[in-house]
């Protein structure tokens, strides 16, 4: 039996340890959560969409046409309000002061998915086109058992995604959370039981990488859920493609995602804007904002307005609420960092940002300045592989189709954004268009970055990953398609 540990990023003291589940113990979860899923996929939808209503209604987002909350549901999630960004923080390192916003996109997320639960399960009729004698519909069915392996960087954002509407359609859930947030998954199951769910639907599965591949090829597990790195992710696709049943599954991976600022962009406005798209979380996320396109009519304006406000920044203890940059979330990943940035310069890149501005930036520390990059362009790594820290690399660019190739010019596709001003200057909504239509990547957004709104489709292309989650196509993705075909006339 193993135990993990969980490392505090900024002092690299233990946090909290778990113990993983011997093989025979993990086997007898897996049925259980097999037998559980039979009985929850017979409780009516109407029944479910309430338990979720109850896990996870704020008091903020109520309407009236949600159910109030009884006392101590309230309690619980104004308490929750208050425990988490702290927790968080303890676990991996984002400064307290950000916490909040992973709280609130839970809470927008659940209310979205539940709200719209109804109508993505509702069966498909085809009564307009039946002949005479026959009817004919389509039923969305749960696919089973689905293993979501979470992430560490936003870690209740990501498994909402997943694990709602995967109990709502019917599904039974084995979490795996990551080993730097094993108290994220525990909380979760926590607050679904207490509102309702029966034992056994959702489980926390604290598990070494060997025993998660045992989880994959189980027989019982129909569809794992996975957001992390390509190269992690690509070994899952191969064991689920070999398991018997040929297991599903969905890959949400990393990104190095563009922005391209136009001749007419709001610069105080935009560079803001893109400096904490780049920087929110240390830049550990898939769609963080990675590299920057700018015009080369705007780009010396745009550069040093990025260079200001990255050096106003606040390295350090990530629980004091006076930071807004915290560690990384480990040595191995600040040394990675360190070198992508060492590596550029090698090759001709500029740093604009003195790192003597960060004291905290230490060699042998999770604490990495942030730091801006010009000069730069696609034969380095840092324009062209996943970076997850605070860096910018910024490249002047001639035309809107110098911006496009460049911003296609990668193995990744999440997101990109064109930064243009179409309250100004309407005829920019066509040039933005455009762009739409040529980027190959998940989603592209105009004046706005790392940001996932629930009524979108979430989706990655190229190394991005495959699959989708949020909207309706997320309930698709965990259900399957059954026909429902029926001659009812059969005399002549």
């Not at 009564?127 to 749960?142: E, H, L, N, S």
């Not at 959702?202 to 597990?221: G, K």
């Not at 992508?340 to 740093?351: E, N, P, R, S």
Request: contains cysteine; hydrophobic residues 40%; proline residues 6%.
């Amino acid at each position: 039996m193993s135990i993990q540990t969980t490392i505090s990023p900024h002092n690299q003291q233990p946090y909290v340890s778990r113990t993983h589940p011997l093989p025979h113990d993990l086997d007898a979860t897996i049925q259980k959560a097999a037998a559980a899923q039979k009985e929850w996929a017979a409780v009516s939808l109407e029944k479910r969409i309430a338990i979720g209503r109850q896990f996870i209604v704020s008091p903020s987002l109520s309407s009236p046409m949600r159910p109030p909350l009884n006392e101590r549901s309230q309690k619980e999630i104004e308490a929750m309000k208050e425990d988490i960004p702290l927790e968080l923080t303890l676990q991996m390192g984002r400064p307290v002061s950000q916490g909040a916003g992973e709280v609130r996109g839970l809470l927008e997320r659940s209310n979205y998915l539940l709200d719209i639960a109804a109508s993505s399960l509702a069966d498909v009729s085809l009564a307009d086109t039946d002949k005479p004698g026959f009817k004919r519909y389509i039923k969305r069915v749960p696919l089973g058992v689905v293993f979501v392996i979470a992430p560490w960087n936003f870690p209740y954002l990501t498994t909402v995604n997943s694990v709602i509407p995967a109990i709502i359609a019917g599904n039974a859930v084995l979490l795996k959370p990551s080993p730097q947030t094993p108290i994220t998954a525990e909380r979760f199951a926590i607050a679904l039981t207490r509102a309702g769910l029966p034992e056994n639907v959702l489980q926390v599965l604290h598990l070494s990488p060997e025993l998660a591949s045992n989880v994959i090829e189980h027989p019982s597990v129909n569809f794992v859920s996975f957001t992390g790195s390509v190269a992690v992710g690509r070994v899952i696709a191969e064991t689920a493609a070999k398991a018997d049943g040929f297991t599903g599954s969905a890959l949400e991976l990393g990104g190095k995602d563009p922005a391209y600022v136009a001749p007419d962009a709001d610069l105080d406005y935009t560079a803001a804007e893109l400096v904490d798209g780049a920087f929110f979380n240390s830049g550990q996320s898939c769609c963080a904002i990675e590299r920057i396109y700018v015009h080369e009519a705007v780009y010396d304006q745009f550069v040093a307005k990025v260079v200001e406000i990255t050096k106003k920044y606040r390295l350090g203890d990530p629980t004091s609420t006076e930071t807004n940059l915290g560690p990384v979330v480990s040595l191995a990943s600040a040394e990675k960092i360190r070198k992508q940035v060492a590596d550029a310069v090698k090759q001709g890149a500029k740093a604009l940002v003195p790192e003597d501005l960060f004291a905290t930036a230490q060699a042998g520390t999770a604490f990495v300045a942030p730091q801006v990059l010009v000069d730069v362009d696609h034969t380095m790594d840092v324009m062209t592989e996943e970076t997850f820290g605070p860096v910018i690399g910024i490249q002047k660019v001639k035309s809107d189709d110098e911006a496009i190739a460049l911003m296609n010019d990668s193995r990744y596709g999440l997101t990109a954004s064109v930064w243009t001003n179409v309250e100004a200057n309407p005829a920019s909504e066509e040039t933005f268009l455009k762009f739409v239509d040529k980027l190959e990547t998940g989603t592209v957004f105009l004046n706005r970055c790392d940001y996932l709104d629930p009524a979108l489709s979430w989706v990655g292309v190229k190394n991005s990953g495959r699959g989708v989650s949020l909207s309706k196509f997320g309930y698709d993705q965990l259900t399957r398609p059954k026909s429902v075909h029926m001659k009812i006339k059969t005399s002549t």
